[in-house]
């Protein structure tokens, strides 16, 4: 065993004795934000963190390599007893899930300093460039990346601003650059709560985002979503995910949401819109009912201030 290794196992060790030390989720706004990990763009990983809020903080990761991507994986802090746990789930490139359908297993919180924090076998310390991130044999340096506000706009909307594909048709072909405009960090309402989603670049023909949705003071669910190339067209994959990380579809399946057209900056899936309005984005989806009904449910979201 190196010293490095011996070191870590004598600080969990010490900490398990003495209990995880006191920490509020809201210590860690510094890891808020997009990341870019340091690397050509056929060989990194990029994340995306949404900032604290009732009580925890969750973001998404995405490596690629070779320009495919391999692993997304979803992270999530939460407050528990006075002090925060960590807990990740891993999925492969068309989401399918590495981890069983039941919470992960829960990671203590070692140490908490301004710009580090320690969980039993994950770390995150910050650097004047940015932070390094250590989970497993994993290590990586990432920079900050400002995100960008998109200028195109969507026209005006002309019939319903959700739809549904004919059955039969074969999805338009379309690139993922089709939806750059999605990128930032967005903040709005939706289900009679807040809702907030950050959207990474277009990458190896993925873009991947993390939504958190909030209502009367707490969390009420996690996603993770993809928009990829699939074939010659355009596909939104996505998983639900309870507080502590448990998920609603077995780890195997996703919802999917396949292309029925696109515009400049709008994007209507089978059951699912986006548009880039004046005020932020826009979005809608079908949701069904216990009855066995649907109905249309609208989000809009506005770009997060600095």
């Known amino acids: 065993m190196t010293g490095a290794a011996r070191l870590v196992c004598l600080l969990v060790s010490t900490t398990a004795m003495a209990g ?6 809201d210590q860690l706004g510094w890891l808020a934000g997009q990341w870019r990990g340091e690397g050509p ?11 604290p809020a009732n009580g925890g903080i969750v973001g998404v990761f995405r490596r690629v390599r070779g320009g495919q991507v391999t692993t997304l994986a979803l992270a999530s802090v939460a407050e528990d007893g006075g002090s925060l746990v960590l807990r990740t789930k891993l999925f492969d490139s068309d989401l399918r899930g590495r981890d069983a359908q039941d919470a992960p297993r829960r990671q203590e919180l070692v140490s908490i300093k301004p710009s580090e924090v320690r969980f039993e076998r994950a770390w995150v310390s910050g650097r004047p460039e940015g932070i390094e991130v250590t989970a ?3 290590h990586v340096r990432m920079s900050r990346v400002a995100t960008p506000v998109a ?5 005006p909307l002309h019939g319903e601003p959700v739809v549904r594909a004919t059955p039969g048709t074969t999805p338009p072909p379309a690139r993922i650059a089709a939806a750059s405009w999605m990128e930032g960090d967005w903040v709005g309402g939706g289900l ?6 950050g959207w990474m670049p277009p990458l190896a ?28 067209s355009l596909k939104l994959r996505l998983k639900h995910f309870h507080p502590d990380l448990s998920g609603w579809e077995a780890p ?3 919802v999917d949401f396949p292309l029925v057209r696109t515009g400049p900056g709008a994007l209507f899936l089978d059951g699912m ?34």
Do not use: C, N
């Open 192 to 197: 009679g709560g807040t809702s907030e989603e």
């Open 252 to 254: 195997e399946r996703t």
């Open 20 to 25: 995880a030390p006191s920490a509020r989720a």
């Open 41 to 51: 763009p056929s060989d990194r990983i990029d994340a995306v963190i949404l900032p």
């Open 205 to 232: 023909g993925t873009m991947a985002s993390v939504y958190r949705g909030m209502r009367d003071g707490r969390v009420t669910f996690f996603e993770i979503v993809t928009l990829v190339e699939d074939g010659q």
């Open 136 to 138: 497993g044999i994993l």
């Open 273 to 306: 819109s986006y548009r880039r309005v004046p005020g932020g984005l826009e979005s809608w989806v079908i949701i069904g009912l216990r009855d066995g009904g649907t109905r249309a449910e609208k989000f809009l979201y506005r770009a997060r201030s600095p």
């Open 151 to 155: 200028a195109v706009h969507a026209g």
